[in-house]
């Protein structure tokens, strides 16, 4: 059956928040970059703004907040990615950036979800679109999209069907998680505490264990500056922009293709560290599973020996690192980018060959895992991809 959607949930904004309301710390305030993070999966959002406690309690006794099960959509620029809302700590959000979905009637959001990313919710959307320069929704035109509305029975079981998915999907990414933190804790156990195999009986001389070696991290890593334009490259080139990066995880398995992407980028390799170097407290630096190109505000990394290449991930992925990282950047700037002058000279530690061969034995182990996880889920995001647009119109029935 034939709806308006409008007419089985609410498509309303926020209430306008002033840049003289913005905290430094607080209740977390979303704008399209956090929503198309939290699209792509990001745990950890690098949100910098913040609204104080109070003014967000005023707002949700007066107007309402986003809540579990709630949709956001981006609306002005990078337009048309929704979030459905999985957390229940506060957060508040930009009018006019994004548009809210709620109080829903008769329509499951799990179900609108899936509808907005098929082909069939795109094709609604595009009919929303005003602007050319900067494509932007209207509330006015969204609550005019149509669809064809199952019975709430069958959109249940539709949306169960591909949620089973993105449950696969989910704990993939928990598990790589808790492999990357596996491999952060040995690399301090060794580099940071030096209790190594052997330690009992080796002297600490200067800082550094004897018979290791210490030099500066340009002597470690080369810096790749291949500009490229992207329009002269294949529309399938993987593309991974510092929306793509997640915080804090060294496995960078999210990315796009560069068919809408139009600025000089920075080519790079499979296996080469990418480092954002916009905001450096986010700590969003990794290695590629794949070749491509990525943001000229990423800093392209690569070891200049193989055999330093696990040590060299383990140490500009660290949180020590990335510290040095943020003190490196201009107070007041806009937008704070690390030094790469100052960052160059970060000193490596690097063991005797016999001990870096252990070390980089156990590493290479928990660094495969998270590339067979990350290509498991690769599978599963296709297959779900597949499989979304013959659930929505029919084609498959559950």
């Known amino acids: ?112 979800f899936y509808w907005l990313v098929s082909p069939l919710g795109r094709r609604e959307l595009s009919k929303c679109t005003i602007g050319a320069a900067q494509p932007a929704y209207t509330i006015v035109r969204l609550k005019e999209m149509r669809l064809d509305l199952p019975d709430e029975r069958t959109q249940r079981a539709i949306s169960g069907y591909l949620k ?113 170097k916009i905001r450096p407290y986010f700590h969003k630096i990794g290695f590629a599973l794949t070749a491509g190109i990525t943001s000229s505000d990423a800093i392209v990394m690569r070891p200049k020996l193989e055999r330093q290449y696990f040590v060299a991930l383990c140490e500009v992925t660290s949180d020590q690192f990335i510290a040095l990282a943020s003190k490196t950047v201009r107070e007041g700037s806009k937008m704070p980018r690390a030094d790469w002058k100052v960052l160059k000279q970060r000193r490596i530690l690097c063991p005797s060959e016999a001990l870096l061969e252990v070390f980089n034995s156990q590493i290479v182990g928990i660094v495969d895992q998270c590339k067979t996880l990350s290509y498991q889920n690769f599978c599963l995001t296709q297959a779900r991809d597949l499989l979304l647009p013959k659930l929505m119109n029919g084609e498959i029935a559950v």
């Open 1 to 112: 059956m034939e709806v308006r959607l409008a007419d089985h949930c609410e498509i309303t904004s926020s209430k306008r928040i002033y840049a003289k309301e913005y905290e430094e710390s607080g209740i977390p305030f979303f704008r399209g970059k956090e929503i198309v993070e939290k699209y792509n999966g990001q745990s950890a959002i690098s949100s910098d703004l913040f609204i104080s406690e109070t003014r967000y309690e005023q707002i949700k006794q007066s107007f309402g907040v986003p809540h579990r099960g709630d949709i956001l959509l981006t609306s002005v620029g990078t337009i048309g990615v929704p979030y459905r809302v999985d957390i229940d700590e506060p957060f508040y959000f930009k009018d006019g950036n994004l548009t809210w979905f709620r109080n829903f009637r008769g329509i499951d959001s799990q179900y609108l």
């Open 164 to 276: 089973n998915y993105d449950d696969l999907i989910e704990n993939n990414k928990r598990r790589i998680e808790l492999l990357e933190e596996s491999a952060r804790q040995l690399y301090k156990e060794w580099f940071v505490r030096f209790r190594f195999p052997g330690h009992e009986h080796v002297k600490i001389i200067d800082g550094v264990p004897e018979g290791w070696t210490s030099e500066p991290l340009d002597r470690v890593v080369d810096v790749i500056k291949h500009s490229v334009d992207p329009t002269q490259l294949p529309a399938s080139t993987p593309y991974i922009g510092l929306e793509h990066m997640p915080r804090r995880s060294f496995t960078l398995n999210v990315w796009e293709t560069s068919e809408k992407v139009t600025s000089t980028k920075y080519k790079f390799n499979q296996g080469d560290i990418l480092f954002g």
